[in-house]
């Protein structure tokens, strides 16, 4: 594309667009070619943006829930009628084909219905005390600013399970987009404008995390932290924003069971289903596959069956099933992971390569790898790229302690017949999810996500109610009677 028909992109802080003189390249990464000129924000820009949201939040606030839930339900509206724009952007700027761009953004629409209904239903208590002229009530307020900062593997989805039950409650909003998926955020942000939210309630600066991002979640007038990245990330800002209340949604390296018992062709299915779709660019990805010896090499064939069912190409070109990988940080890890289990004695079943030749180097071909051993990186670090690693194990305790040897715990896929079993592995594992014949990335909006205690994988729940309830302070207020 010739540079000067490249679109710039602008920040939009206090209800305008606005240009930023410093700007970063986006780029296409099925081609490597620059397709828009991104805001490169400074920390003024993110300080203006706070003030803006810190300036709009108590007339925000002040409205009624039902009026703030209509809202939801007109961007809502906005963003199904601007479905193909939002979904053809979301395709070319982080990879995935079509088909997956337009599911994601109709449940982004769905997010913000599903935040509409639910907080009209949220209500407090009336507790009773032992002083008896007391009368003591709870209710849920708003906490004021909140800073979102979100990844680019879903780009529309994730942004909006913090923005729509946010603004719901009565919040105001900062939010960080990933840099390479600016100009799906931009999209996302002129549907939400559309729909006429009021200035400042939700601003988008466009920058580096490092810069903007760190900027907000330690700046004293931001009173809430919603974060979905990395685990490098979210203990940095867990730092920067000591105190806040925070969700922090981050890494997996989810294991998939598969049990001498199970269903082959589910767990199979499911396994790869989880490692492909969105190339593999998924927190709750089948980031390894813990099979019982006797049944490795059957699983691996099924796995490498449908890896081979995979399209890989340019997502803009009819029947691709599976993109480029992202950016260039994410590609080199993926290819970094594979060559060290190979180097280390690991049998690659099918791919195993990058594929330049299709366009760019962000093209990797869907892989399966066999004898996986525990100190492999692969195995021990999430890789968030197209590839099931397949490690043996002989019984259910040496499944136990390969499941257990993580410092990840998010998503997990439990394969068997045998219910005792199944339910020893689920509440043992510390993860926040563990689905029991399916792949560790069944997942709906309305349900709990998050990571296990302990784990590197995060703090707090997303999903439904649970989010409104952990943006909202619960406030006490006591009544005292008159004798
Ligand atoms: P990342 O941590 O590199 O970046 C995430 C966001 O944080 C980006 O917007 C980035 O600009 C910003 N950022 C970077 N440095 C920052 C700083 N110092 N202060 C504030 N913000 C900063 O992660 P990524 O590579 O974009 O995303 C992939 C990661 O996200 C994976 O680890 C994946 O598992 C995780 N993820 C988790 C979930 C979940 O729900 N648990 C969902 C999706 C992705």
Redesign the pocket.
């Known amino acids: 594309m010739a540079l000067d028909t490249i679109e710039t992109f602008q920040n939009f802080i206090a209800g305008a667009w606005e240009d930023h003189a410093d700007t970063m390249p986006g780029i296409n990464p099925a081609t490597g070619d620059q397709i828009a000129r991104l805001p490169r924000s400074d920390r003024t820009c993110a300080n203006r943006a706070v003030a803006a949201a810190s300036s709009a939040q108590a007339a925000w606030a002040a409205r009624s829930v039902f009026d703030r839930a209509a809202m939801c339900v007109a961007i809502a509206t906005k963003i199904d009628e601007a479905r193909p724009r939002i979904a053809r952007t979301l395709s070319m700027e982080q990879g995935k084909p079509m088909a997956q761009a337009t599911g994601e953004v109709a449940k982004a629409a769905d997010g913000f219905r599903l935040a509409s209904e639910l907080v009209k239903q949220m209500g407090g208590q009336t507790l009773p005390a032992e002083d008896p002229s007391k009368l003591v009530m709870t209710l849920r307020q708003p906490r004021g600013v909140y800073a979102v900062?979100?990844?680019?593997?879903?780009p529309v989805n994730?942004p909006v399970e913090y923005l729509a039950p946010g603004i719901a409650t009565g919040n105001t909003i900062v939010w960080?987009?990933?840099?390479?998926t600016s100009m799906v955020a931009v999209e996302l942000m002129r549907a939400i404008e559309a729909a006429g939210l009021p200035e400042g309630v939700i601003n988008l600066v466009i920058g580096?995390?490092?810069t903007?991002?760190?900027e907000?979640?330690a700046h004293p007038d931001v009173n809430g932290i919603g974060?979905?990245?990395?685990?490098?990330?979210?203990q940095?800002?867990a730092e920067?924003g000591a105190g806040k209340p925070m969700l922090l949604?981050?890494?997996?390296n989810g294991p998939v069971l598969v049990f001498e018992d199970a269903d082959l062709d589910r767990a199979a299915l499911a396994a790869a289903n989880g490692a492909f779709s969105n190339a593999g660019?998924?927190?709750?990805a089948t980031g390894r596959v813990l099979a019982h010896r006797s049944i490795v090499e059957p699983l691996a064939a099924r796995i490498a069956k449908h890896a081979e069912g995979y399209v890989l190409g340019d997502p803009r070109h009819q029947g691709t099933t599976m993109g480029p990988l992202n950016n260039p940080?994410?590609a080199a890890k993926v290819a970094e992971h594979v060559d060290d289990a190979i180097a280390a004695g690991a049998i690659v079943v099918t791919g195993g390569k990058a594929r330049p030749d299709l366009g760019s180097a962000m093209f990797f071909e869907p892989t399966v790898l066999t004898g996986v051993t525990p100190t492999m990186r692969i195995n021990k670090e999430?890789t968030?790229g197209p590839v099931v690693p397949i490690l043996a194990f002989d019984d259910d305790d040496e499944a136990m302690r390969l499941a257990l040897d993580s410092d990840y715990g998010?998503c997990v896929g439990v394969f068997t017949e045998n219910i005792s079993r199944a339910l020893r592995f689920a509440e043992t594992i510390p993860a926040g999810i563990v689905n029991i014949n399916d792949g560790s990335t069944y997942w709906e909006i309305h349900l709990p996500?998050?990571?296990g205690s302990g784990t590197r994988?995060?703090v707090g729940r997303?999903g439904g109610r649970l989010t409104l309830e952990a943006m909202t302070e619960l406030k006490m207020i006591t009544i005292t009677r008159k004798p």
């Open positions: 900062i979100t990844p680019w593997n879903y994730i960080v987009p990933a840099p390479t580096e995390g490092a903007v991002g760190d907000i979640v974060f979905t990245g990395s685990a490098a990330t979210g940095r800002i920067r949604e981050l890494g997996g660019q998924i927190c709750a940080k994410v999430e968030f998010l996500f998050g990571g994988s995060g997303l």
